[in-house]
Antibody, heavy 117, light 107 residues
Framework: EVQLVESGGGLVQPGGSLRLSCAASGFSFSNYWMSWVRQTPGKGLEWVASIKEDGSDKYYGDSVKGRFTISRDNAKNSLYLQMNSLRAEDTAVYYC??????????WGQGTLVTVSS | EIVLTQSPATLSVSPGERATLSCRASQSVNNNLAWYQQKPGQAPRLLIFGASTRATGIPARFSGSGSGTEFTLTISSLLSEDFAVYYCQQYNKWPLTFGGGTKVEIK
């Protein structure tokens, strides 16, 4: 069974940094693109970033480009999102998701990031 | 960026009735469109990809159609567990984008 478990969310001040992690199990992690998708409270979904199987290719949404970095460690079956220069509008539930072909069949339960002073 | 517009924002339907949800793209996405269902407190669940292919385990009452810029998700006969928010997502071009969602509520 595919399992994705996010961690690392919490309260951070504007301008601060946070690193999210996603532990994957139940599938061959190194064979899949992986992504982060977020959902602002009470609002819709927004794609954040995606990374190729071997980490050699990465894509970012315009709202996070230059501030967030997606990475992975295939030896540890783990996905990461380094978030810098955080803003209030980055407040959201962040989901880790397994790509099929740029859509997502498996999602984690999400981790809440709150940016507030 | 490809903008996806979903309509209506809210759809009130009685159990057993048919629900028809629309998703319009600002430019062609070919058939690279997916639909998701999301219930409160849960992650989204993939229903449809390739505009019309049901994902594994999705009941036949869910069907998708369309190509280019106009897409439809149809739920043929609503069950209580189908009341949720539905999102479309295009994966034809970066950045990947979602529609704003349609809430299907009990009439």
């Amino acid at each position: 069974e595919v399992q994705l478990v996010e961690s690392g969310g919490g309260l951070v001040q504007p301008g601060g940094s946070l690193r999210l992690s996603c532990a994957a199990s139940g599938f061959s992690f190194s064979n899949y693109w992986m992504s982060w998708v977020r959902q602002t409270p009470g609002k819709g979904l927004e794609w954040v970033a995606s990374i190729k199987e071997d980490g050699s290719d990465k894509y970012y949404g315009d709202s996070v480009k230059g501030r967030f970095t997606i990475s992975r460690d295939n030896a540890k079956n783990s996905l990461y999102l380094q978030m810098n220069s955080l803003r209030a509008e980055d407040t959201a539930v962040y989901y880790c998701a397994r790509d099929e072909y740029r859509f997502w069949t498996s999602w984690g339960q999400g981790t809440l990031v709150t940016v507030s002073s | 960026e490809i903008v996806l517009t979903q309509s209506p924002a809210t759809l009130s339907v009685s159990p057993g009735e048919r629900a028809t949800l629309s998703c319009r793209a600002s430019q062609s996405v070919n058939n690279n469109l997916a639909w998701y269902q999301q219930k409160p407190g849960q992650a989204p669940r993939l229903l449809i990809f390739g505009a019309s292919t049901r994902a594994t385990g999705i009941p036949a009452r869910f069907s998708g159609s369309g190509s280019g810029t106009e897409f439809t998700l149809t739920i043929s006969s609503l069950l209580s567990e189908d009341f949720a928010v539905y999102y479309c997502q295009q994966y034809n071009k970066w950045p990947l984008t979602f529609g704003g969602g349609t809430k299907v509520e009990i009439k």
